[in-house]
């Protein structure tokens, strides 16, 4: 098992800023990709971003030139950088590891609100 442990979600203004942190308890270099999901209430969870180990991020169209995702070896972290904040991108955020035979895990999720 893989425990994936999330930090950094709370309560910003529009056009603030939040950094989410996902450390798992593997090394990351386990994971064929780690990356991020959102769910928002009574909407269906949506891709944030995810990082292959090979080939490029990617991000939602929704979050492009706002948020980006990046990771540190030796802290095995990865981060979610989250800058010009608007309402609609309040949700709960989720780590997500992939493994290439046990599958996906999930991090515990961690609350983002935008609001004035």
């Known amino acids: 098992q893989v425990q994936l442990v999330e930090s950094g979600g709370g309560l910003v203004q529009p056009g603030g800023s939040l950094r989410l942190s996902c450390a798992p308890s593997r090394s990351i270099f386990n994971f064929n990709a780690m990356g991020w999901y959102r769910q928002a209430p009574g909407k269906q969870r949506e891709l944030v971003a995810t990082?292959?180990?090979?080939?490029?991020?990617i991000y939602a169209d929704s979050v492009k030139g706002r948020f980006t995702m990046s990771r540190d070896n030796a802290e095995n972290t990865v981060y979610l950088q989250m800058n010009s904040l608007k309402p609609e991108d309040t949700a709960v955020y989720y780590c997500y590891a992939r493994h290439a035979i046990e599958g996906d895990y999930w991090g515990q999720g961690t609350q983002v609100t935008v609001s004035s």
């Open positions: 990082a292959p180990n090979t080939g490029s991020r």
